[in-house]
């Protein structure tokens, strides 16, 4: 009856997808998920997105790091209208559940549908940052009768890693002067401006000591918090797994003389982390209060965390001998001081909110990856804001947090802003075509996060950009959901903007 029931559910699911793609943007969106695209491995889908574009004789060309640049001439008549250009990222965020077997190397991503929400059932990322904004891109293309002004449409490359794409990208070849942005998670928002930022990384070493007889290895594991986006998701108070997992170190410190084999927590510093980890040499003696400590913080973080906590759990477990780790094998650790107090120091999440914009963060930083091994330890942050000097601010305070235990920082990856214009066209028109649709009013707004528009405006040209999108959910994280609906509904707004502005 089991195996039945489990084959009814996947033939139901086949042809939920199947009926889903008779639509041109899931035609597309389901053609990207099956090629892997993880950021610096996207030769494969550029190769996919340059061939399609040959075949439909429209000229387009690629770069050394497989951005593609198509260009589709304007409909009869509007050869005289200024050139827009469509712009979205080839790339994703790959990020799984602990236990996924996923290869994202290899595996198409799976695809869930319940209702108008598409996701991967909680697998894998789903892919929609920016994989609808391509596919919305490429369903507006391939269309003949439509009535358009010229068109220019880019599709950058490691846009999730270091904006290296759009940074690579000769900006002479552009002759638009309108730019649409498909990089946006909200349908109701237009996104005018968005903050700059950088990555941070500290570095420092300490001396390994062996482990004393009487100690025993335990894992201190968090795991089960939502996570998310570390720039648009920072305010919604998700908890940070590192975050925690020192705090819980801290605790344990207080009553317990245990030393650290290792820590690993987060993998990637534009995602919230949402599992971390710790291996302990503890006395044996002092176990069982350890235990009860790790007890009361989980009730603890529990309460902190009671609207966004998801499936938190914390977990103290002993080792067993058999375990595969090179820290069981080596007994050795190293002191928790000074090493936590420095941790403790350091600077995450909300900094400074705006006051141009409200509910908007203007500053905040990201604790995305922490690793201790064989007495190395490593931090990567994700510094975001929308002024230099508070950016720099940031950076300073990890500076100091980072001098009691000699730490190395560097700083990379550093992207600018892009500052909100009162005055667009190109807004005005999106927006009419907007509620010309049967749709509420949207907002203008700026984000906290990195968009790729900054990178496009050149000294002495103008540019009137905006950056839109239907709504996705959770992004960066295995939790990541898109509204069916919605994407179809920003494709229509997209296609009667196109059609103004010829």
């Known amino acids: ?55 439909h004789g429209w000229n387009a060309e690629r770069d050394a790091v497989y951005n593609v640049f198509i260009h589709k001439a304007a409909s009869p008549g509007c050869e005289n209208a200024p050139t827009v250009m ?54 507006v293309l391939e269309r003949e009768d439509l009535r358009h002004p010229p068109l220019e449409v880019l599709f950058t490359t490691r846009e999730e890693e270091n904006f290296g794409g759009a940074l690579h990208f000769d900006r002479n070849k552009m002759s638009a002067t309108r730019l649409i942005n498909l990089d946006n998670t909200e349908e109701k928002t237009i996104v005018s401006g968005s903050c700059g930022g950088m990555r941070a990384e500290v570095k420092a070493g300490f001396p390994l000591e062996a482990v004393r007889e009487d100690c025993i290895p335990v894992e201190l594991s968090i795991k089960g918090l939502l996570g998310g986006h570390s720039g ?29 084999g290792c820590i690993r927590g987060g993998s990637f510093r534009l995602a919230i982390p949402r599992e971390a980890s710790a291996l302990l040499w503890i006395p044996a003696g002092e176990l069982k209060r350890a235990g009860e400590v790790a007890a009361e913080l989980e009730t603890q973080y529990r309460s902190e965390l009671a609207h966004t906590a998801g499936k938190l759990k914390l977990t103290l477990t002993e080792c067993r001998s058999e375990q595969p780790d090179a820290g069981l094998a080596k007994r050795q650790g190293v002191e928790p001081d000074p090493l936590l107090p420095a ?43 929308l002024r ?27 992207y600018p802003s892009w500052d909100f214009f009162e005055s667009s066209k190109l807004r005005e028109t999106y927006l009419a075509a ?64 196109l059609a103004a502005l010829a």
Request: with cysteine; charged share 30%.
């Open 1 to 55: 009856m089991g195996e039945r029931k489990g084959r009814e559910i996947m033939e139901k699911l086949s042809a939920d997808v199947e009926a889903l793609c008779r639509d041109r943007i899931y035609h597309y969106f389901r053609r990207l998920s099956d090629i892997p695209r993880r950021s610096f491995h996207e030769k494969a889908v550029s190769d996919y997105i340059y061939n399609w574009a040959l075949e």
């Open 86 to 139: 469509l712009q979205a990222h080839l790339d994703m965020v790959c990020e799984k559940r602990a236990d996924s077997p996923h290869d994202f190397s290899r595996d198409a991503i799976p695809w869930r549908i319940e209702g108008d929400v598409l996701s991967t059932g909680g697998e894998t990322t789903l892919g929609a940052d920016d994989g609808i904004g391509v596919a919305l891109a490429m369903a």
């Open 232 to 260: 648009e998701d920072i305010h919604r108070g998700r908890g940070n797994a590192n975050l925690l997992l020192i705090r819980a170190l801290w605790r344990l410190s207080a009553c317990c003389s245990y030393q650290l």
């Open 343 to 385: 941790l403790l120091l350091m600077p995450d999440g909300i900094v400074q909110m705006s006051e141009a914009f409200e509910g908007i963060v203007d500053t905040s930083v990201n604790l995305g990856e922490l690793y201790l091994n064989d007495g190395a330890l490593r931090l990567v942050f994700e510094i975001r804001s």
């Open 388 to 414: 230099e000097s508070l950016r720099d601010l940031v950076y300073e305070r990890i500076e100091q947090a980072a001098k009691p235990i000699h730490g190395s920082c560097s700083f990379d990856t550093v």
């Open 434 to 497: 907007f509620r010309g649709c049967g749709g509420e009013r949207p907002k203008a707004l700026t984000v906290h996060a990195g968009l790729e528009v900054s990178y496009f405006f050149r000294e002495g040209k103008e540019l009137d950009a905006i950056s839109v999108g239907p709504d996705i959910r959770n992004f960066h994280s295995p939790s990541e959901w898109l509204c069916i609906s919605s994407a179809k509904r920003v494709y229509r707004y997209l296609c009667e903007t």
